[in-house]
Structure formats: structure tokens, C-alpha cells
């Protein structure tokens, strides 16, 4: 069973659209990882300074071992953009289940 990893960002004052670029740009990297079903970034239409990035993976480790796959600098590059520390969940579809 899959599992969604829910990654909540919110940009620094003045750095909505920097943080906007940023997070576009490692989605491909995401979306490319071992084990990553899927990868939606998502804006806040009441907060603009506020993302949800939704990735779903075939399980929590393969979502581990991708962050290897972004490199040093990308990760030093985030953080003068976050207006404080990014939050994530690992979630299941209960969809799923009710289904079978």
C-alpha cells in the first residue's frame, strides 16, 4: 500500500515567489526518485507565503532515501526562503481500504 507524505512550507517575508520557484524546480527531482508515485505542489489561495507539496510513494523509506537524489546546495538554497521550519506527515489512503 502506498503512502502520501504531506510537506507544509511557508515562505519568508518577501520570498513567496522564490520559494514558488524552488519548490517547482525540485519536483522533476521528486517525481524522478525510486518509488515516487506522484508529486503535487499546491498554493494557498487565502496565504500566498503558504505550499503543500502531496507526494505519494510506494512506501515511507523510498520517500527517505530520495532526499539524496536533491543536491547539498539545493537544500542550503531553501533556506533562506522558509519562513520557518517545514512540517510533513506521512499519511495512508483510507479510500483504499473502504474499498476492498
Not at 52 to 81: C, D, G
Request: charged share 20%; with cysteine.
Amino acid at each position: 500500500m502506498s503512502v502520501v507524505r504531506l510537506g507544509e512550507m511557508q515562505a519568508a517575508e518577501g520570498k513567496t515567489d522564490e520559494l514558488g520557484d524552488f519548490l517547482l524546480s525540485i519536483v522533476p527531482i521528486i517525481t524522478g526518485s525510486e518509488g515516487c508515485v506522484s508529486c503535487q505542489l499546491l498554493h494557498n489561495q487565502d496565504d500566498p507565503t503558504k505550499f503543500v507539496m502531496i507526494e505519494v510513494w510506494e512506501s515511507a523509506e523510498f520517500h527517505q532515501a530520495s532526499v539524496k537524489n536533491i543536491p547539498p546546495e539545493k537544500l542550503t538554497a531553501i533556506r533562506p526562503l522558509l519562513g520557518g521550519p517545514p512540517s510533513g506527515s506521512y499519511y495512508t489512503d483510507e479510500t483504499v481500504r473502504g474499498a476492498s
